[in-house]
Each structure stands twice: as structure tokens, then as C-alpha cells.
């Protein structure tokens, strides 16, 4: 209901679309902007940088969603809270003026509705993540990871889910704050040894998910 609302004012708003090859970035931490971004097709993938210059993936989004924190409502131009990569052959999104923006949202009590609950679900989760970094250790967030995966890209085929989604290990590393890819590859080696996942291609194929949510951080 909530994306459908989101839709219809796009719909109505005709605003320009710009679209993005795979691994280019939309936005850099921190980079000047005057826009609110809204996805239409693809995946993309934010991130930000730490104090010791490592990167830190946050999610990936594939549906049609706010991809850029609003801040104030006041300001033509407000600093870009995070990277947002296009991890898709291509990307679709809305580009529009962001004091236009929150002139809409003033105006349209759902839509104001829509803006609240959607900063109350980036609030919550990222509570998840920095639990995901801090609690069960780093294979309980390999594990929690595996698991939003799956719902966001995951499929069923023959003899399990399939994440149809090609993630390397680097970038499994960069979401559950582990420093090294070598790491994540032992822990996704224990849980092809225990007939949890098994490999298709690049892809992975999730045979028995009890043993991913025994194991992942609620």
C-alpha cells in the first residue's frame, strides 16, 4: 500500500527520469546535491566510508523507494549521507528538486505519512545492522546477511532457494563489517560443508534455510 501511494505521486508528478550503468555511482558521501532520488528499475547499493577509510555497505534496494536520506526540508542543496552504487546492468530513477519535494509532502498528509514511516524504517533498520555488526559474531551476521538476500533477490528452484544475484565476498565482507574476503570464504566453505548452501556458478543456492536462520541475529 505504502509503495503504491509512493508510485501514484510519481505518476502524477511526471518528473524526469535519468538512468545509470552498472558500477557507477549516483551520489558520494558527503558530494553536494539539490535532488531526492526515487528508484524505478534496477538494484543499487549504498554505503558509506569509516573513519579508518574502509567501506561499509548498508543494503542493496530493488524496488521502487526513497534511495536518498531527505534531511531538512529547507536547504536547496544538503550533503549526500552515503554512496549509492548501481549494481544492475542499468538503473532507473526519478530525479526531482528536493524543495519541491517537501513542498508535496507538506501538502499531501500521505505522502507526509509515507516520509514518516519510511525514515521510522530506516531508523529501525539500522538498529538491525549495528546488531548485525556487534552480536553473534561474524557468522551470525554472514548468516543474517544471507538471509536478506534471500528475500530480496532469493527464488525457488529445484532443491532449494536460489540468490539470483551474482555478491562477491568482498561485498559480503563490506556489509557485515569483517576486514577480509578470505574471512567470509571459510564461513560460507563451513556452511556449504554442513549442507546449508551450495554453489551455482557465482551464484548461491540455500538448500536448507532452518540452518541460515538458526544462525542468523534476530
Not at 120 to 136: F, G
Request: proline share 2%; hydrophobic share 40%; with cysteine.
Amino acid at each position: 500500500m505504502k509503495q503504491e501511494l509512493l508510485k501514484k505521486y510519481l505518476e502524477q508528478g511526471n518528473f524526469p527520469v535519468i538512468v545509470k550503468e552498472k558500477k557507477k555511482y549516483l551520489t558520494y558521501e558527503g558530494l553536494q546535491d539539490r535532488y531526492v532520488y526515487i528508484l524505478k528499475e534496477g538494484i543499487i547499493k549504498t554505503s558509506m566510508i569509516t573513519r579508518e577509510g574502509r567501506e561499509f555497505n548498508l543494503r542493496y534496494i530493488n524496488t521502487v523507494e526513497i534511495v536518498s536520506i531527505l534531511r531538512d526540508e529547507y536547504s536547496q542543496f544538503t550533503d549526500a549521507p552515503f554512496n549509492i552504487r548501481i549494481e544492475s546492468k542499468e538503473a532507473k530513477l526519478y530525479q526531482i528538486d528536493r524543495v519541491k519535494f517537501w513542498q508535496d509532502v507538506n501538502q499531501n498528509p500521505e505522502l507526509q505519512r509515507y516520509v514518516n514511516e519510511y525514515y521510522r524504517d530506516y531508523l529501525l533498520y539500522s538498529i538491525k545492522k549495528m546488531q548485525q555488526m556487534l552480536m553473534n559474531g561474524k557468522f551470525g551476521a554472514i548468516c543474517t546477511q544471507l538471509d536478506e538476500l534471500m528475500t530480496l533477490f532469493g527464488r525457488e528452484v529445484e532443491g532449494g532457494h536460489l540468490i539470483d544475484f551474482v555478491i562477491t565476498n568482498d561485498d559480503l565482507a563490506r556489509f557485515c563489517g569483517i576486514t577480509s574476503a578470505s574471512s567470509v570464504n571459510r564461513m560460507l566453505q563451513h556452511l556449504r560443508e554442513i549442507g546449508a548452501i551450495r554453489f551455482v556458478g557465482r551464484k548461491i543456492l540455500v538448500l536448507k534455510p532452518e540452518l541460515i536462520l538458526e544462525n542468523k541475529i534476530e
